[in-house]
């Protein structure tokens, strides 16, 4: 039986989305079901696995007792306000119960919606073996994201620059309701759809700021809280998501829509991915200021229900984002004294943290190579196998002493360093390989082989350990796959 049983975004304003369905396919196929997410779920892969879930997954079938969606949403592009987005070629199926709590099941490839605004409503297969390669990677973090369920490659053509496979993603979420989300609400149906939305998140996700004096403030902070721990531990495996706009920023505080977005191998606080963002925008770095940034687009949606009066309600909504960058950088450099094993000294610990992410940054050494070796040495390995990453050493041998002299070295530090340092990490140039070989080849061994090391990236087995190495020269990747 099918198991995306209900829709809870049926109770949300009409506006808030359409009844767009699917658009058949040619011939669909099942490429690749997400059997350890369906367990963690405790859901059988009967269905999925059988025609009817197969038609219900490449958009040949529709559920009448429960029909799909396409969701409405607004956000900033880069800065720039859009009115109206909306989900151009996603289709929301619904929610299945799983054990742990309800979930969003959305198609995404899966045809043209009234929000397509001249797109195609599909999906290459190349981009959505991508995000399914990158969402498993940071769940094998256990950082917050939207997980992939199932990839169905259509059988039919996908025309970019030039015909490609064309695939969908059946991905799952806590919800898909983003900062654009609201937005939307605000900017086209008022504030009554605006007051809907935040008591249905409240119901839904936040039940704890129900009970407040002001529950829209307290939504504001809890979302903001989220997003701080979030962009944090991106941070911290290098994890740039390259297209942070605001209907990319997802209220429940998971990662959604993987586009250009990458792990960095060299340090580098500017490092940009994708092609579109021109300006480094969306910079390693900058990502905190752009979630506060994002944030402040939210409030002042939420203004209206904040207070009656005005100038309160900014207060209001000022007083509720000021906790976002401390609680940031809280969050990131408790995370940097963990992946530096540092005694728990936070005032001599945060600028030890600092000075070596300078060292890094300016002898362009691997992020996570760097403290993947320091994870070693802090075992039984010598400091030699520090010393050997840099080629100009000049300058380490001291920041080494240092590390000595505010390092933990009790029984268990080189473990609880290993639990925030992955050995392996989703690298541009492997993840690129293997969608190369999936594509073009029809060859997923690479994908798999990748994808199955990424679930447990604290570990490295030994006949994974090409996937560890940063690229040489000749495997860089200069332009990050953004074909969608
Ligand atoms: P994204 O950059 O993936 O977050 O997408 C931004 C907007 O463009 C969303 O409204 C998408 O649904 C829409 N979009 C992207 N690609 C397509 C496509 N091929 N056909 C229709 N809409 C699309
Ligand atoms: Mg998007």
Redesign the pocket.
């Known amino acids: 039986m099918n198991p995306i049983a209900v829709n809870s975004y049926r109770a949300l304003p009409e506006h808030m989305f359409t009844g767009d369905i699917p658009v058949a396919t040619g011939s669909p196929q099942l490429l690749i079901l997400n059997d350890g997410l369906l367990q963690d779920y405790g859901i059988a892969d009967t269905w999925f696995r059988s025609a009817e879930g197969l038609g219900v997954l490449s958009g040949n079938a529709i559920n009448s007792d429960n029909p799909p969606m396409a969701m409405a949403y607004a956000g900033h592009?880069f800065g720039q306000r859009v009115p109206l987005?909306?989900?151009?070629?996603?289709h929301m199926l619904g929610q299945m119960h799983t054990a742990n709590g309800n979930v969003d099941v959305q198609l995404k490839g899966s045809g043209?919606t009234a929000?397509?605004?001249g797109?195609?409503?599909?999906?290459t297969l190349a981009s959505v073996l991508r995000e399914y390669l990158v969402s498993e990677a940071m769940a094998g973090l256990g950082i917050p994201t939207t997980r992939s369920l199932a990839v169905i490659a259509t059988g039919d053509a996908v025309y970019r620059e030039e015909p490609e496979p064309g695939g969908i993603l059946a991905r799952t979420a806590r919800s898909h309701i983003r900062v654009g989300s609201f937005q939307h609400a605000a900017g086209n149906l008022g504030d009554e759809a605006v007051k809907a939305l935040a008591d249905y998140m409240i119901e839904q996700h936040f039940p704890q700021c129900a009970a407040a004096d002001n529950r829209y403030a307290d939504l504001l902070v809890a979302v903001g809280e989220r997003q701080a721990q979030l962009i944090a531990q991106w941070m911290l495996v290098g994890f740039i998501h390259g297209?942070m706009?605001t209907?990319?920023m997802s209220i429940v505080g998971e990662t959604i829509?993987f586009?250009p977005c990458a792990f960095m191998d060299e340090f580098n606080a500017d490092k940009v991915f994708s092609s579109i963002d021109r300006h480094g925008r969306y910079a390693w770095a900058k990502q905190p200021g752009i979630g506060l940034w994002n944030l402040t687009r939210l409030a002042e949606t939420l203004l209206p229900l904040l207070s009656s009066d005005s100038d309160t309600a900014v207060r209001i909504a000022e007083a509720q984002l000021a906790p976002f960058m401390p609680a940031f950088q809280a969050a990131f450099y408790a995370g940097l004294r963990k992946k530096l094993g540092l005694r728990d000294q936070a005032e001599v610990g945060n600028g030890f943290a600092d000075e070596t992410l300078a060292l890094l940054g300016e002898h362009a050494i691997d992020m996570t190579v760097f403290f993947d070796t320091l994870t070693r040495v802090a075992g039984d390995a010598p400091d030699g196998a520090v010393l050997e990453l840099f080629s100009d050493t000049a300058g380490v041998q001291q920041w080494l002493t240092q590390w000595h002299s505010v390092r933990a070295d009790d029984a268990d530090t080189a473990q609880r360093m290993r639990r925030a340092n992955p050995a392996v990490i989703a690298r541009n140039h492997r993840v690129e390989e293997a969608l190369r070989a999936a594509t073009a080849r029809n060859d997923l061994t690479p994908f798999l082989r990748l994808t199955g090391a990424l679930q447990n990236p604290f570990h490295c087995a030994p006949e994974n350990a090409d996937l560890q190495t940063p690229p040489l020269p000749e495997e860089r990747v200069t332009a990050t796959f953004c074909g969608?």
Not at 119 to 123: L, P, V, W
């Open positions: 592009q987005l909306g989900d151009g070629r996603a043209p929000f397509a605004r797109g195609d409503g599909r999906a297209v706009n209907d990319n829509d586009g969608t």
